[in-house]
């Protein structure tokens, strides 16, 4: 195999102003079949030797109910060297292989929010990474490769366009003396508030359902969130996840969780931190592929309005 064939690269598109990593061995990567068990799941327990050494764990010692390693087989290169270079982790959320994320306690959830936020932390001292992204994917529509239970933490040595047009708008609207996240209490499309975090639709929601999760105050970077505000985050996306899963039952829920932070070079303060759950109840068509037009059978409003009825129901 020709040696460029095997290295990371970053390709660009001058047509479409689209870029694309080029990420070897990712074919390589262990996927889940109807047949695996948790004995052969390397996220599991007493597997640990299967991954890479551990970089994060809670608690400190002991056994462990969230554990951060490097992933075996990355999106980028850890080739400083490299166009692609970057870091990518895995946050394994806890040690139930079949557990359901939006089922665990808000604790449980507050520990996998507390190690995102310590790991963004350390990486922010990085002077090559511009960007730092956690997701997590649920299901087969949603990308996941392992049912166990886990998020990703991806750190870039440049600014994705999706990521920089987000960012170029928030530069945008500070000029114009307003943040898009700094919502006011009664905008219509709040969902629900937690204490320190808001739950609202986006104005134009993607994917049917889709819903945004922020701070209340203003805040650039999801590594500044306090311990407080990291709870009542988890016991809001608890809620939410719940109400998403109701609603699309008998579905299983597929989603895309997807941690926004600031960019690291040159920080402005113009950024809000959010996370965007991207419910995923069908697969990403030619249309969508052809022209990054997203078709939504359920308008915002609708979307607001049933998961409301939904959480107050719960709640009552």
Known sequence: MNPQEQRYRLLKDNLSSSQIIISPG???????????????????????????????????EGNWQVRVFRNLFPLVSPDEADDAYGIHEVIVETPQHDARFHRLPVRAISKV?????????????NERLQT?????????????????????????????????????????????????LCLNPTDPLIVAEEGSFRAFSPPAPRFPRETWIAPCRHEP?????????????????????????TLTSPKDLDYNL????????????????HIEILPRPEALAGFEMGTGLFVNPIAPQQSVSELRHLLLTTQG
């Open 26 to 60: 990712r074919f390589l990567r262990p996927k889940d079949s109807a047949k695996k068990t948790s004995a052969e799941c390397p996220f599991c327990p007493a597997a640990e030797h299967l991954t890479p050494p551990t970089l994060f764990q809670l608690p400190r």
């Open 258 to 273: 997807v941690f926004h932070t600031e960019p690291l070079n040159g920080e402005q303060g113009t950024f809000h931190t």
């Open 132 to 180: 730092l992204i956690a997701f997590r994917n649920q299901g087969l529509r949603g990308g996941a490769s392992l049912a166990h239970p886990h998020t990703q933490l991806v750190g870039l040595s440049w600014i994705p366009p999706g990521l920089m047009t987000q960012s170029q708008a928030f530069v945008d609207m500070a000029e114009k003396g307003c943040c898009p």
């Open 221 to 245: 970077a999801f590594s500044n969130l306090k311990d407080t505000e990291l709870d009542d985050l988890s016991a809001l996306l608890k809620k939410l996840l719940s109400a998403l899963a």
């Open 113 to 125: 929010m507390y190690a995102i936020r310590e790991r963004m932390k350390l990486h922010r001292t």
